[in-house]
C-alpha cells in the first residue's frame, strides 16, 4: 500500500499543479454542465409524449384514429407522440393506477386521457362532454398530445374544430421522475464519469509507459495489480471532487433535490466508481491492443462518445430508431443510468441493473489485468 499510496500522492500533485489538467479535468465538467442544464432541464419546443387512453368500451372511431397514427411511423405514433390504448379489462377507477405502474416500468412519463361513457354517441350527436386528462403540470408534452388526439377524433368524427363538443379538464398528477435539473445532473456526473475517468487513467498508464516511470517515485518494484489499482483510486477521487461540485451547483443555484437520503449518496457514489472502472479498463484494453500509448487517450475517446450517445446520457432515448434503443439495453453504461433513475427518482431499487453492470465492470476489470503489458521496474 505504500507504494501505491506514493504514486497517488505524486500524481494527485501533478494535476494540481497542470493548468491544463486542471481545466480538462476539473473546469470543463462544470462547463459542460452549465451548458446542458441551460439546454436540455427546459421543456424542449418540439415535445414527445406517451398518452395513455382510457374508454369504457370498445371504439371503432378511437381505433380508428390509432391506426392512422400508427402508418406514419412504429408503435402507434404521430411525430412525437405515442397513444397507447388501455387493455379492456381496466376499470375506470384503476385506469391511473395501470398507467402510473406501466409508464414506472417503460421509463415513460404517465399522462392519461380518460374518456366519459357514451362519449362516442355524444360526440357524432355534437352534445358537449368532458374528457379528464391526468398529467403533470411539468409536461405539457402530455397536454399538446390531448389537443392533438382531440383534433383527430373530431376529424375522424367529421366534425370541424370550431365549436369543439370536447372539453380537456386538467387532473394534475403528483410528478414523478425528478426535475429535468436533477436529471440532467445526474447524466452529466455519469457523463463525467465515463469520460474524464476513462481518459484520465489511459493518459495517466500512457505517461507512464513512455517516460520510462521515473524511479524516485518508487520505493520497491510496482506491480501491475498495484499499477491498476492506483490509476483507478485517482480517477474515482478526481471523478468525485468533480461530483461534489456538481451536485454542489445543482443544489445551490439550481435547486436540484435528487439526493434525499445517505444511500441515495451510496447509490450515487458506488455508480460512478463502477462507471469509472468500466470505462477505464476498456481504455487500457483498447490503448494494449493498439500498442501505441502516445496515441491512446485520441483512440478510446470515440468510444467513449459512442457509449455516451447509445447510454442516453447526452440526447433522451426516446429521440433514437427502436434497434439503437434495443442494443443501448446491453450496455453497463445504460443499466447503471437506468438502475439510478429507479432508485433516485422512482424509489425502485433494481437489483439486477446494478450487478449486471457490476459484473461487466469486473469482468473488464480482470481482462486488462491479462493483456495489459507491464515491466516491473526495478531500483
Do not use: C
Request: proline share 6%; hydrophobic share 50%; charged share 15%.
Amino acid at each position: 500500500m505504500k507504494r501505491i499510496w506514493i504514486i497517488f500522492r505524486a500524481s494527485i500533485l501533478t494535476i494540481t499543479r497542470d493548468p491544463m489538467a486542471l481545466l480538462f479535468g476539473v473546469v470543463f465538467p462544470v462547463v459542460l454542465f452549465f451548458f446542458f442544464v441551460n439546454i436540455f432541464a427546459s421543456p424542449p419546443s418540439s415535445f414527445s409524449a406517451d398518452l395513455y387512453i382510457y374508454t369504457p368500451a370498445s371504439s371503432q372511431l378511437l381505433q380508428q384514429v390509432i391506426d392512422e397514427a400508427g402508418k406514419t411511423s412504429e408503435a402507434g405514433k404521430e411525430g412525437h407522440v405515442w397513444l397507447h390504448l388501455l387493455p379492456p379489462e381496466v376499470q375506470a377507477e384503476s385506469a391511473l393506477d395501470f398507467v402510473q405502474r406501466d409508464a414506472l416500468a417503460k421509463r415513460r412519463t404517465p399522462a392519461l386521457f380518460h374518456l366519459p361513457e357514451q362519449w362516442e354517441a355524444q360526440l357524432e350527436r355534437g352534445e358537449p362532454f368532458t374528457v379528464s386528462l391526468y398529467a403533470q403540470a411539468n409536461d405539457p408534452g402530455a397536454y399538446q398530445a390531448a389537443s392533438i388526439l382531440t383534433a383527430e377524433l373530431l376529424r375522424a368524427a367529421g366534425k370541424l374544430p370550431t365549436g369543439s363538443p370536447i372539453a380537456i379538464e386538467a387532473q394534475p398528477i403528483t410528478p414523478s421522475g425528478g426535475s429535468g435539473v436533477d436529471r440532467t445532473t445526474l447524466n452529466i456526473l455519469l457523463l463525467t464519469a465515463l469520460i474524464t475517468g476513462g481518459t484520465q487513467v489511459v493518459a495517466q498508464y500512457a505517461y507512464l509507459t513512455t517516460s520510462g516511470m521515473k524511479k524516485k517515485l518508487l520505493a520497491s518494484p510496482l506491480q501491475k495489480h498495484e499499477l491498476l489499482i492506483e490509476l483507478l483510486a485517482e480517477a474515482i477521487v478526481l471523478i468525485y471532487v468533480i461530483s461534489f461540485l456538481l451536485v454542489l451547483i445543482s443544489t445551490i443555484y439550481y435547486r436540484g433535490t435528487f439526493l434525499q437520503s445517505p444511500l441515495d449518496v451510496l447509490l450515487l457514489a458506488g455508480s460512478l466508481a463502477i462507471v469509472t472502472i468500466f470505462s477505464a479498463s476498456l481504455g487500457l484494453v483498447l490503448t494494449a491492443l493498439i500498442k501505441e500509448p502516445d496515441y491512446a487517450v485520441s483512440a478510446v475517446l470515440p468510444i467513449y462518445l459512442a457509449l455516451m450517445f447509445l447510454s442516453g446520457l447526452a440526447i433522451p432515448m426516446i429521440f433514437f430508431p427502436d434497434l439503437l434503443r434495443q442494443i443501448a439495453e446491453f450496455l453497463p453504461t445504460r443499466q447503471i443510468a437506468l438502475a439510478l433513475e429507479n432508485s433516485l427518482f422512482y424509489g425502485q431499487h433494481d437489483l439486477r441493473l446494478y450487478g449486471l453492470s457490476s459484473l461487466a465492470a469486473a469482468g473488464m476489470f480482470v481482462l486488462v489485468w491479462l493483456v495489459l503489458p507491464w515491466r516491473v521496474i526495478r531500483r
